[in-house]
């Protein structure tokens, strides 16, 4: 038995919770970003059954009007270029005014995620029908990976007892091929953003994600997607400006409420970015949506978006070890861990006091984050590592979900021990937490994992 098996065993057909009444779509927002990583291919059908591939992405659309410009997809072979439109609903184009608004009027391809069943006419102000597709519920999922809820009950669940009666051996090889199943996953992925923009901006986009962990995961994703690395390699004194100011961090008048120690950096950053602004700088309706409450100091988004620009500068020989085959760990966290900033490295905010004591741009736990979530997934499937050199990964702290799952699993954190202390272990019960425990609603006493454990060799 493996543990895709097992998976596809339970699921498939899917076993419906009573209380499951499906989870919610995401925010236009989200679900436009996932777009454009390739995150649902490039191939679909039109809602009249013409064949549709993707030839090029575009690019955001920085002001009013549809979302993506200078796109080009083909349509039962026949090219054709122009701008691209996402909606949440297929009658949306209708509700949202594009069919009456001149700035829609060039839109190539309207693509939509949730449909109503009914037949729509999607017409631009000069009654030219606009090709629809419905992005399929299978689709969808699995770009979405999203369990049906967030967050479950941290207490001992009936796998304690199966799991306890299972041999060391048994249980490793379960751990091991959880983790290799989301790795599969993960590997996925990073494969449609390469495919839909290039190797470097999947490493870009996968970097800037991880420096977002803990709430800002999708505004840093939606930055680098929005001040693309190609275009930052032509634009090196720049970089840091062009990162700001997309990121919106900067003002004319931001260095007048900054220390006097910080103002000159201030206004170097707005004097710089303001060559840049007209081509890089959104719209209010279309402003990266950060999250600054709730994060630790070192955690602000000011941080993480100096520690990409510090990255930016760094960026050959941070690809030649992140992409190197064999494949290795410790020279890609320590050139991480050794990344410094003159200014970054003691300030957690633009207009903060300068700190005492250095502050790690990209610290180990985050460098983990990124090795274990990207590179060594797609290092497994290029046979850039084995297996067995994953497995000795030292982990550091573990993260809530990871606790929650040791608890629910194990009966508590101490009990779980042997299990926690690898980067593997860490991602593998990441994995079970997400397919189990996150998709159930009974508090365990309907989830079929406890049964499926005895069943486990």
Same mark, same amino acid.
């Given at each position: ?60 659309? #920085? ?85 049906? #809820? ?253 606790? #929650? ?53």
């Amino acid at each position: 038995m493996t543990y895709g098996f097992l998976l596809e065993s339970i699921w498939h057909p899917p076993l419906i919770f009573a209380e499951n009444s499906g989870p919610a779509l995401p925010p236009e927002l989200e679900l436009q970003a996932i777009w454009f990583a390739g995150g649902f291919g490039r191939s679909f059908r039109t809602t009249s059954g013409k064949k549709v591939e993707i030839v090029q992405f575009g690019e955001w659309n #920085r002001s009013s009007g549809p979302d993506f410009i200078q796109a080009a997809i083909e349509i039962d072979g026949e090219l054709k270029t122009g701008p691209l439109e996402l909606d949440s609903k297929s009658t949306d184009w209708e509700q949202h005014g594009h069919a009456t608004n001149p700035a829609f009027r060039e839109v190539i391809l309207h693509v939509v995620f949730q449909s109503d069943g009914r037949q729509t006419f999607t017409r631009t102000d000069v009654h030219r029908e606009v090709p629809q597709v419905v992005i399929t519920e299978p689709l969808l999922s699995d770009a979405l990976n999203r369990p049906q #809820r967030e967050v479950a009950i941290a207490h001992p669940g009936r796998c304690v007892a199966p799991l306890r009666n299972l041999p060391v051996g048994a249980i490793d090889r379960l751990l091991g091929e959880a983790a290799l199943h989301r790795a599969a996953m993960k590997t996925t992925r990073w494969l449609k953003a390469e495919d839909a923009h290039g190797r470097d901006a999947a490493l870009f986009q996968a970097t800037a994600e991880t420096l977002g962990y803990r709430g800002n995961s999708l505004a840093m994703k939606l930055l680098a997607q929005r001040a693309p690395l190609s275009l930052l390699k032509g634009a090196e004194p720049a970089v840091e400006s062009i990162l700001f100011g997309t990121a919106g961090f900067l003002s004319a008048d931001l260095h007048q409420s900054a220390p006097a120690d910080t103002r000159e950096y201030l206004r170097t950053l707005w004097d710089t970015w303001w060559k840049h602004r007209a081509y890089f700088e959104a719209s209010w309706d279309r402003s990266i949506p950060w999250k600054t409450s709730g994060q630790r100091p070192a955690n602000h988004p000011h941080r993480r978006v100096g520690a990409l620009s510090a990255l930016v500068k760094g960026w050959p020989q941070y690809r030649r070890l992140a992409l190197a085959r064999p494949f290795q760990v410790k020279p890609v966290i320590d050139f991480l861990q050794t990344l410094d900033h003159e200014f970054w490295t003691h300030r957690h905010t633009l207009t903060s006091a300068q700190s005492n004591q250095k502050i790690a741009l990209f610290g180990r736990s985050q460098a983990l984050e990124l090795v274990a979530n990207h590179l060594i997934p797609l290092a497994l499937h290029e046979d850039g590592i084995t297996f067995k050199s994953y497995f000795k990964l030292r982990n550091s702290a573990m993260n809530d979900k990871v606790k #929650r799952c040791a608890l629910r699993l194990f009966g508590s954190e101490k009990l779980a021990a042997p299990w926690t202390r690898r980067v593997c272990h860490h991602q593998a019960l990441l994995q079970i937490y997400h397919d189990f425990c996150l998709e159930d609603f009974s508090d365990c006493k309907d989830c079929p994992f406890p049964e499926q454990l005895t069943q486990w060799r």
